[in-house]
C-alpha cells in the first residue's frame, strides 16, 4: 500500500511555463515532506521541503504547496526550463519520533518531467 | 566535498554469486541509508544506520540480503547468493541528522543474469 503516491507518472511542459507537480500521502502523522530531481544514471538530489506547520516554501523558481486537510503538496517550477527536464519524487518522514520510523523518508514513484524549448 | 561514493557503478553478475555493494558518506553524517530502486516498486528503503548501528532494517528483503558499518566512512550491501529478481539500481544516502535532506550516492546498477 503505497503511503506516498505521485498519479501523474509524466508531465510535459513548455519553456518559460509553469510547471506542477503533484503528490499525494495517505498517513496524517507525515509532518516533513521533501522533493528531489534525478537525472539518469546519477542519485536523487535534494531541491525543496516544508514542514507541516507551514503551508508554502519558496526557494528561487520552486515552490512548494502543502494541504494538510487535502494530505496533497505540489511543486511550481516558474519559469521552466529544459535544463530542469528530470524525475522528481515526493518524499515524506516524520520529524518526531513515530514507532520507530524517525529517519526514513518514504518515497513516490516520481514524475518525469520533460521542458521542451 | 567529494558526496557520497558508491562503488563499484555497474556490476553484472551470475546467479547464485556473491555480491558485494560498497558505500562511503559524507564526512560527518551520523546516518547512512541504503535503497533499491526498481520499476515495480519506485525507490524503497532498505535499511538504515545512525551512528554505525543499524536501526531499521524491516525493509531488507530476504535473509541473503545483509548490510554492515564497521566505521562511520564505510558501509556494505551484501547479496548472497544474488538472483535475477535482485537486478535493481541500489542507492547509499547519508544525511547529518534525523533522515532529514539526505545526500544519494550515484547508485549502483546490479544486473544477476
Known sequence: DQQVKQNSPSLSVQEGRISILNCDYTNSMFDYFLWYKKYPAEGPTFLISISSIKDKNEDGRFTVFLNKSAKHLSLHIVPSQPGDSAVYFCAASFLMNYGGSQGNLIFGKGTKLSVKP | ?113
Open chain 2, 1 to 113: 566535498d567529494a558526496g557520497v561514493i558508491q562503488s563499484p557503478r555497474h556490476e553484472v553478475t551470475e546467479m547464485g554469486q556473491e555480491v558485494t555493494l560498497r558505500c562511503k558518506p559524507i564526512s560527518g553524517h551520523d546516518y547512512l541509508f541504503w535503497y533499491r530502486q526498481t520499476m515495480m516498486r519506485g525507490l524503497e528503503l532498505l535499511i538504515y544506520f545512525n551512528n554505525n548501528v543499524p536501526i531499521d532494517d524491516s525493509g531488507m528483503p530476504e535473509d541473503r540480503f545483509s548490510a554492515k558499518m564497521p566505521n562511520a566512512s564505510f558501509s556494505t550491501l551484501k547479496i548472497q547468493p544474488s538472483e535475477p529478481r535482485d537486478s535493481a539500481v541500489y542507492f547509499c544516502a547519508s544525511s547529518l541528522n534525523r533522515g532529514h535532506e539526505q545526500y544519494f550516492g550515484p547508485g549502483t546498477r546490479l544486473t544477476v543474469t
